[in-house]
């Protein structure tokens, strides 16, 4: 049945020590997850409600083991699993996908992360974030994202591109280019507003900077009544 379905499952041998040293990391990267669900959401009352009631979690737990059989290169399952997850939680990661320890998917109904992308430590998503590929070619071609990394709803996040640590992605950002450490990015397409902490002044972000349509009217308006005003002056002198 395995030949006929193009499925072999007979798997190289398996050193039993990289085998435990592996199922182990399942657990450990498992608890520091719950732990930042924990940290990070003000409305987690408990470890039973996180355990529970959590998409996120769910489908992290799911991605960790299909990942674990994913290494071993095994057919079939590792996909399963992310599918059980897709439809139990609406989030689909791909089994491929590499993710550090604190990774926290908060509201995550609509996350989309694929094959290539990578993920460091300390990471939190919320719903509707595409870490999506640019290319049809079995290439890199999704994102890499740095360490202690927070991405907005509705974010998208395009190709192989770099974001490094200490960033800040806002809703619905666009983002194609590397961005890099310590950067705030908003906007489609996403753009650097803040780096090191200080902002970066342009005229078609900052809001405070803007002309205001109507006091330009009014001043417009003024300047032509004056014009007006000056002539009939000259005319009544006449």
Known sequence: MDCILGLNFQAEEIDPKILNKNLQGILDFFISDVNAALEK???AKS???????????KAVLLYR????????????????????ARNETGIEIHPGAVIGSEFFIDHGSGVVIGETAEIGDNVT??????LGGTSDEPVKRHPTIGNNV?????????????????????????VIDDIPDNSVVVGVPGRVISREGE??????????????????ALKTLDERLAQVEEQLSK????
């Not at 470890?47 to 979690?57: K, R």
């Not at 083991?65 to 059980?84: N, Q, T």
């Open 41 to 43: 959401d003000p409305a």
């Open 47 to 57: 470890l039973v409600e996180v355990l529970t009631s959590y998409p996120g979690i």
């Open 65 to 84: 083991i299909a990942h674990f059989f994913w290494e071993l290169k095994m057919p079939f399952i590792p996909r399963y699993l992310s599918d059980v």
């Open 125 to 130: 998503i919320y719903a509707e974030v595409v």
């Open 150 to 174: 927070v991405i907005g709803t509705g974010a998208k996040l395009l190709g192989p591109i770099n974001i490094g640590n200490n960033v800040k992605i806002g809703a619905n950002s666009v």
């Open 199 to 216: 902002r970066i002044k342009r005229i078609d972000l900052e809001h405070a900077d803007l002309p205001d349509p109507l006091n330009l």
């Open 235 to 238: 005319i009544s002198q006449k």
